[in-house]
């Protein structure tokens, strides 16, 4: 990978004192850390196994984050190699929850979730913009922090479709990302884009309405099929969460159409959408879920 700002200067046995396990992924495994040079606690990000491979992959996904380098997307630290052969990255510890972890334990309500899902869109709308496409938008991959900011996390499907350089990148197909969230166009072998993200939103949107998938089954082959062919049973007919709402249905619908083209131009056109119909004034500027629900309970995670 190419050198950068971060490229790590001393043997990481002399600059971190490894803690205990945040968590782990398809990809990788966080622990927290406390970093000697900075005098701090981060999180250190390493791969399963020790195989080349898996460290390209994770430096990979470590460089494209610092290229992204914009809110939403969780800064890198320091990037190195382990003594026992594995690449590591550092980064900071995220005190919150992920959205798959409220959505777990309680209904989001629903001024607080399409506040969640513009933000998101707003992230995506800055990352598509320099040619990058997430790959593996879910709810365990959006993260809720303490002090009131999203963040987008896990890179490590993530894809570039234009270079650094701005000239198309040719990839090849590939099935990656979550079943359940998984756009038509990709799991019928076409490449990710942008609007393959956007599905994955509507999916949220249509989960946090109904309590569930617009589509289902213990059998992936079946689950392709249906997201493939069949058409999603509209949240209002469904015994929801949320009250009806059509303009919603409208959004949700239109994020799960079949055909990329029919989908939302953009995720800027996405987060238009959703600030133009329910952005509630707010003299204060915060948003409805800035306190949340007392009592709730709140986990420390990384990313």
């Given at each position: 990978m190419s050198q950068t700002s971060t490229a790590n200067k001393t043997k990481p046995a002399q600059r971190y004192i490894w803690q205990e396990k945040l968590g782990e992924g398809a990809c990788g495994m966080v622990y927290a850390a406390y970093d000697q040079h900075e005098d701090k606690r981060v999180a250190v990000k390493v791969p399963l196994t020790h195989d080349l491979h898996a460290t390209r992959e994770l430096f990979k996904e470590a460089e494209l984050m610092e290229q992204l380098s914009i809110p939403g997307v969780i800064p890198v630290f320091?990037?190195?190699?382990?003594?026992?052969?594995?690449?590591?990255?550092?980064?900071?510890?995220?005190?919150?929850q992920t959205l798959e972890d409220i959505l777990v334990s309680r209904v989001m309500e629903k001024q607080r979730g399409l506040e969640v899902i513009e933000r998101v869109a707003e992230i995506l709308q800055s990352v598509h913009r320099q040619g990058v496409v997430h790959c593996d938008i879910k709810p365990a991959n959006i993260f809720l922090t303490n002090d009131n900011q999203v963040f987008l996390i896990d890179w490590g499907t993530a894809e570039r479709f234009i270079s650094l350089e701005g000239t198309q990148v040719k990839n090849s197909p590939s099935l990656k990302g979550t079943p359940l969230y998984l756009a038509p166009e990709?799991?019928?072998?076409?490449?990710?884009?942008?609007?393959?993200d956007l599905y994955a939103l509507g999916v949220i949107l249509y989960?946090?309405?109904?309590?569930?998938?617009?589509?289902?089954?213990?059998?992936?082959?079946?689950l392709f099929y249906k997201a493939y062919v069949e058409e999603p049973l509209p949240p209002s007919q469904r015994n929801g969460y949320w009250e009806d709402d059509e303009m919603l249905e409208e959004v949700i619908l239109v994020l799960l159409n079949k055909k990329p083209v029919h989908r939302y131009s953009s995720a800027a056109a996405l987060k238009q959408t959703l600030s133009t119909l329910y952005r509630a004034p707010n003299p204060l500027g915060l948003p409805s879920w800035f306190a949340p629900p007392v009592g709730a309970e709140t986990y420390r995670r990384a990313a």
């Open positions: 320091d990037i190195g190699m382990l003594s026992d052969g594995r690449g590591y990255y550092t980064m900071p510890i995220l005190e919150g990709v799991i019928g072998g076409e490449l990710a884009r942008p609007q393959s989960e946090m309405w109904t309590g569930e998938c617009p589509f289902f089954d213990d059998d992936i082959r079946t």
